[in-house]
Nanobody, 119 residues
Framework: QARLVESGGGLVQPGGSLKLSCATS????????MSWYRQAPGKKSELVAY????????NYADSMRGRFTISRDNNKNVLYLQMDSLKPEDTAVYSC????????????WGQGTEVTVSS
């Protein structure tokens, strides 16, 4: 049974930083493309960042590019999201997503971790 568990969320002031982690188990982590999504209150879920199986390819939503950094450790089976220069509009529940590379429909989600950016 695949399991994704996010951690690292919390309350931070505007301009601050947080690093989210997504610990995985029950899957061959290195075979999965990984992403971070977020959902703000009353809004649709949106893609934050994507990283390929090897980490060789990353993509970011326009509003996060330059402020957020996605990375992964295939030895530890962990996905990360470093978030800098946080803004109040970054307040959301952040969830990690795993998609088996080359196989559509085999996906897993974490339960999410809440990030609140407020003074």
């Amino acid at each position: 049974q695949a399991r994704l568990v996010e951690s690292g969320g919390g309350l931070v002031q505007p301009g601050g930083s947080l690093k989210l982690s997504c610990a995985t188990s029950g899957l061959t982590f290195s075979r999965y493309d990984m992403s971070w999504y977020r959902q703000a209150p009353g809004k649709k879920s949106e893609l934050v960042a994507y990283i390929s199986t090897t980490g060789g390819t990353t993509n970011y939503a326009d509003s996060m590019r330059g402020r957020f950094t996605i990375s992964r450790d295939n030895n530890k089976n962990v996905l990360y999201l470093q978030m800098d220069s946080l803004k109040p509009e970054d307040t959301a529940v952040y969830s990690c997503h795993a998609s088996l590379a080359g196989w559509s429909g085999i996906v897993y989600w974490g339960q999410g971790t809440e990030v609140t950016v407020s003074s």
